[in-house]
């Protein structure tokens, strides 16, 4: 049966109606209208759909919306906008850091997340961080270079 | 002479597309709006050509707004494949912009009352004498409802100041901060979901089906069936997901294994009926004569899927006489075609948007996907259905790059020249795309209670080809032998993947290249050099050299080592030479790989770059990792652990040089580094290891069978 659950997305509160297994992709998608996080396998086996849940990088196709409640999300959404875009948005951009696009939302999501833990990561520690990140049009290299320049931009207004 | 002689020949695609208006037009927003045919994959066509416009008419890259495609308003340019498009849709706009130029010269001067010599134009506005007009105040003298004349050349390159300059991807800031952006993001005021429920292998007929319990489950709207085809509706899209799978649970399918499995793939391919082409047949008995040393091999590639990251999908709405549709597809007006005839209404009933999707590599499942969501909708009318794959329905229900063998021999006289060339190469065709034929392609059609009966596929003609792309060596042989044998018995679906059977051809020509160096000795960068009259394939391959720091005759270590691959696309595109540097750990990883290239004149170079290392990754993927698995009921790859791709730690540091030509006519980028990068990588494993794999994908446990 459907149930009201609240949830704390990008520093708002809302409420959503839907069973408790919903994958937290579509509550965000459909009933948020936050369309940043992707759907990509459902399996969480490529990464398209990651936010952020409590400060940890989590595959939201195969989160379920109970576990969800009460916890704080931010999506691509609320990380930064077109006015005051999050250094890794600005770094993407100036790396031209994409090709499709599809998967570079889960991925700045997750180097979000690592650049909370390692101010200077290594391309080795890009590269764990996101090995369960999938990218087809193989703009891996681009990647790389696109989170070293956002965290110096990061680490110089500090 | 007649009065009614042919017209002339005009550039591109304005060829078929003749009116200016149909191209370009000035909004009432000061912008420049141009309609194109080609649409975006996520390879940045539309900032390369929103550049080719903008300079043509001194504009800034930000008064030009391409509009997105659509069968209502856009050029028919056919589909956007081939890397055709700047060279299609990017010579069109060249002459269209030219000619508006020249027309917009003639209405400023006399407005201005100066003659043209006298007006400067600077970002959209003519000035001479302290007066100005700009192209939106003299749109309305400027008659674009003409047929373009094609007379009026375009820019030099030395005029030019955008094109050759690397230009920031318009599409790309509403990605990079989560804005919708693709058919999947659609939503509109009412909008439902379906998903179908497939049959469960490509020969399976429904015996018998449970519909009323689904139709019971919460939020559906209708359970469809249409012979074989089975689909739900549901308010919301988990909803919809629990439907899909309680009917497919509900359903008995007659289904006979027909496919011969993965172990016997080769054999049942080469055992099948061919139809045999000599494509090339250069005779020098002199030098056959020669022949001193003459080696065969066989080499083999698996059938490859797209994988794009996000499963295909398409957003329908039947207001009961007009189908509107949006979909990813790489040709709105060939998949309105095939539209036509499974929907049975006529053309100007149905409406195609064009709405990016997740990379596009070929033909995938985005038309399948749109008939879907149609059929869908109808059942649905008037809300409209979004149709999305999910991530299983992609994996067995795509078209894959086809299974192929290829088999060389060669023969290399005392000098180390090869005196004779044969390759024989075995394919399915290339192309199953929509839009051609008296039926369709589309996986729904022949499902149909109605059938619409399904239309072979087509295997592309010379010079560009398809399984025989690339087959005809561009080195330079005294005799050679090429023949296809196109195998029309396709026991998966297949159709159009990047670089098509260029791939495999340019995978076995450069290996064959790389192991007659080595039987005598040469070093493979001098082999190739010593072989080649064409001085751009020449300048690739030595500057792909110099920037590895190629040294003549260099050896492996045993674990770690270097190769090259080159081609020049379709023989008539870019030039490609890549290095790639190889370690064999616990499996071969490509560390690194350096790459030049030509595409003549460079529109964007960034986005040529970006390109070309996507295409040496990729390609590198399906050279060490891919082959769609299958048993003999069906397709067994569903989900990427069973279908693993090149990961973030696997993925090889590329650096790509390019050989701007400015004088050269462009060709496309998307699909030059694909043969070589396969050619390179296998080189560099024979250099590092002296063992030679012939089969793709090289995994550890082929590599190590063929240590012994």
């Given at each position: 049966m459907p149930e009201n659950y609240s949830l704390n997305v990008n520093g708002k509160s809302c409420s959503v109606q839907a069973e408790g297994d919903t994958p937290l992709l579509y509550v965000l998608r459909n009933d948020l209208k936050l369309k940043g996080a992707r759907y990509g396998c459902g399996v969480g086996q490529c990464g398209a759909c990651t936010v952020i849940m409590d400060g940890k990088d989590i595959y939201s196709c195969d989160t379920p919306l109970w576990a969800a409640a009460g916890k704080s999300i931010v999506t691509i959404e609320g990380l930064g906008t077109r006015e005051q875009p999050h250094a890794l948005q600005q770094a993407f951009i100036d790396e031209q850091a994409v090709q499709c696009g599809y998967c570079i939302t889960g991925i700045i999501m997750a180097a979000k997340t690592l650049l909370d833990r390692t101010v200077h990561p290594t391309d080795a520690e890009i590269d764990a961080a996101l090995e369960r990140h999938l990218c087809r049009c193989g703009t891996h290299n681009r990647i790389r270079r696109a989170i070293h320049r956002a965290a110096q931009a990061l680490d110089a207004s500090r | 002479m007649s009065a009614t002689a042919e017209k002339p020949a005009l550039p591109g695609s304005l060829n078929t597309n003749r009116s200016l208006d149909r191209w370009l037009r000035f909004e009432a927003d000061a912008t420049l709006g141009v309609r194109v045919g080609k649409v975006e994959l996520g390879q940045g066509i539309l900032t390369a050509l929103a550049q080719i416009a903008a300079d043509e008419l001194d504009l800034r890259l930000d008064q030009v707004r391409i509009v997105t495609a659509s069968t209502e308003a856009s050029p028919n340019e056919g589909m956007t494949s081939g890397s055709r498009s700047v060279e299609e849709s990017g010579e069109a706009l060249r002459y269209a912009c030219a000619e508006v130029r020249a027309l917009a010269l003639e209405a400023a001067a006399h407005r201005l009352g100066?003659?043209?010599?006298k007006l400067q134009l600077a970002e959209g506005v003519f000035h001479a004498g302290g007066k100005q007009a700009s192209y939106w105040d003299l749109a309305a003298e400027i008659d674009l409802a003409r047929e373009a004349s094609g007379r009026v050349s375009p820019k030099q390159a030395s005029d030019l100041a955008l094109v050759g300059r690397s230009a920031a991807r318009i599409d790309l800031p509403a990605k990079v901060f989560g804005e919708p952006s693709y058919v999947q993001d659609i939503d509109l005021p009412g909008m439902v979901h379906g998903r179908v429920v497939r049959p469960v292998n490509y020969a399976a007929t429904l015996?018998?089906?449970?519909a009323e319990a689904v139709r019971a489950l919460p939020g559906v709207i209708a359970v469809v069936r249409d012979g074989n085809f089975l689909g739900v509706v549901a308010e919301r899209e988990e909803q919809a997901i629990r439907a899909q799978a309680a009917l497919a649970k509900g359903c008995r399918w007659d289904a006979p294994r027909g496919l011969p499995g993965e172990a016997k793939i080769y054999d049942y391919l080469l055992g099948c009926p061919v139809e045999t082409a000599v494509i090339s047949d250069k005779r020098d008995a002199d030098a056959k004569s020669r022949a001193d040393v003459t080696l065969q091999a066989t080499y083999r590639k698996p059938y490859i899927a797209h994988a794009s990251i996000g499963p295909s999908c398409a957003v329908a709405r039947y207001d009961g006489d007009r189908f509107e549709i949006w979909s990813h597809s790489q040709g709105i007006f060939p998949l309105r075609g095939d539209m036509v005839k499974c929907l049975r209404v006529p053309a100007e009933r149905i409406v195609v948007h064009h709405t990016d999707g997740s990379g596009?590599?070929?033909?995938?499942g985005a038309d399948d996907v749109a008939l879907d969501a149609a059929l869908l909708a109808r059942a649905a009318s008037p809300r409209p259905v979004k149709v999305q794959w999910m991530r299983e329905e992609e994996f067995g229900w795509e078209p894959f790059g086809p299974a192929m063998v290829m088999k060389l021999s060669a023969s290399l006289d005392r000098s180390g020249a090869v005196v004779d060339w044969n390759h024989d190469v075995w394919s399915n065709p290339h192309s199953n795309r929509?839009?051609?034929?008296?039926?369709?392609?589309?996986?729904a059609a022949p499902h149909l209670a109605a059938p619409v009966p399904v239309s072979p596929p087509v295997d592309m003609p010379l010079p560009a080809g398809a399984s025989h792309r690339n087959a005809i060596p561009l080195y330079d042989f005294p005799s050679e032998h090429v023949a296809r044998h196109l195998i029309t018995d396709t026991p998966l679906r297949i159709s159009a993947l990047r670089a098509l059977g260029g791939f495999a051809n340019v995978f076995a020509i450069e290996s064959m290249m790389d192991e007659l160096a080595a039987s005598c000795g040469a070093d493979p960068v001098a082999f190739r050099l010593r072989h080649l009259k064409d001085p751009r394939a020449c300048a690739v391959i030595e500057r792909a050299a110099q920037m590895a720091g190629w040294k003549a005759g260099e050896k492996g270590d045993g674990t770690r080592g270097r190769g090259i691959g080159f081609c020049k696309y379709k023989n008539l595109g870019s030039y490609c030479a890549v290095i790639a540097e190889v370690v064999l750990e616990q499996g071969l990883r490509v560390v690194r790989a350096w790459a030049a290239v030509d595409v003549g004149r460079v529109v964007n170079p960034d986005g040529v770059v970006n390109q070309i290392e996507g295409g040496i990754v990729q390609a590198t993927s399906w050279t060490l990792k891919e082959a769609v698995r299958f048993d003999t009921d069906f397709v067994t790859s569903r989900q990427w652990a069973d279908y693993p791709i090149l990961t973030f730690g696997e993925a090889p540091h590329v650096q790509v040089s390019l050989i701007d030509r400015p004088e050269e006519p462009s060709k496309g980028a998307g699909e030059g580094a694909q043969g070589p990068t396969g050619g390179a990588i296998a080189n560099a494993l024979f250099n590092a290891i002296g063992v030679r794999v012939r089969e793709l994908p090289l995994t550890r446990e082929r590599i190590a069978t063929a240590i012994g």
């Open positions: - | 100066v003659s043209i010599e015996s018998s089906v449970d596009c590599y070929g033909h995938n929509s839009g051609r034929g008296a039926g369709s392609t589309l996986i």
